[in-house]
């Protein structure tokens, strides 16, 4: 059980579905733009493949950093959602360019504003950076004022390691942005494909990540993994624990 910085007892609320196939006990509410969820130093990404993905119900996609390591002084940092209505990362390590993809392809966040999204990020190493929307690849680049552009999906030898804080939204102040719902937070120490993404998705019906089933065959590859079923309280469980 990981010590959380909010109380559960009022974030953990039963989370009924604005679309007809997801289905769950109970999400993260953030209901503040202050507030956040504090999981310590884990999920150190080092220079290894990667993916993180959540659900997420947020009012507005226009700025909602849904997963972050954000270390005082912005060195090695990373964040992880919504920008521009568009699926948003950036990684900075001291010293380089920054790495900052808005995926700008076929697919938009405005279209899933106030209903679940399931959005996910997969780094490989030894090609590029994909995002997924509600298990669609979505591979274009917005070029944002000349500093976001395709040569940025690639992150190479880019240390992901930091001494902050894992967390739900943010740091708990400017990039904790808007009111929303999170739930099925995962870590895995690989770059998943586009087949165990889709199948993660499962058209809106959220699997247990726990068990190999269909194309998802990476559960040896998942790291972290929070339900946030517990309904109450102060703590988390991490049900793999690494």
């Not at 956040?36 to 290894?48: H, K, M, P």
């Not at 226009?62 to 090695?76: A, E, I, R, V």
């Not at 739900?168 to 770059?191: H, I, L, Q, R, T």
């Not at 988390?236 to 690494?242: I, M, N």
Request: with cysteine; net charge negative.
């Amino acid at each position: 059980m990981l010590g959380l910085g909010n109380n559960l007892t009022n974030m953990l609320v039963p989370a009924a579905a604005a679309t007809a196939s997801y289905t769950n006990e109970y999400s993260l509410n953030f209901d503040a733009s202050n507030e956040t969820v504090d999981f310590g130093n884990t999920c150190n990404l080092g220079t290894a493949d990667f993916t993180l993905m959540c659900w997420v119900k947020a009012s507005d996609w226009t700025s909602d950093f849904c997963l972050t390591k954000l270390p005082g002084g912005w060195d090695n940092y990373w964040y992880f959602g919504g920008l521009y209505d568009k699926l948003y990362f950036k990684q900075y390590e001291a010293g380089q360019t920054p790495v900052a993809c808005i995926f700008n392809g076929t697919i938009s966040l405005v279209e899933h504003q106030d209903e679940w999204v399931h959005i996910a990020i997969s780094c490989n190493r030894g090609g590029v950076i994909t995002g997924y929307v509600n298990g669609a690849p979505d591979a274009g680049i917005y070029d944002y004022s000349g500093w976001n552009n395709a040569s940025q999906r690639t992150a190479s030898s880019r240390d992901f390691d930091n001494t902050a804080s894992f967390k739900c939204k943010g740091d708990g102040g400017a990039y904790s942005v808007v009111p929303s719902m999170m739930d099925e937070v995962a870590v895995f120490n690989a770059a998943l494909d586009d087949a165990n993404i889709a199948a993660i998705y499962n058209d809106g019906t959220p699997i247990d990540m726990l068990e190999a089933q269909g194309d998802y065959d990476t559960v040896d590859d998942l790291v972290s993994y929070w339900k946030f079923t517990e309904g109450e309280g102060s703590s988390a469980e991490d049900l793999v624990g690494s």
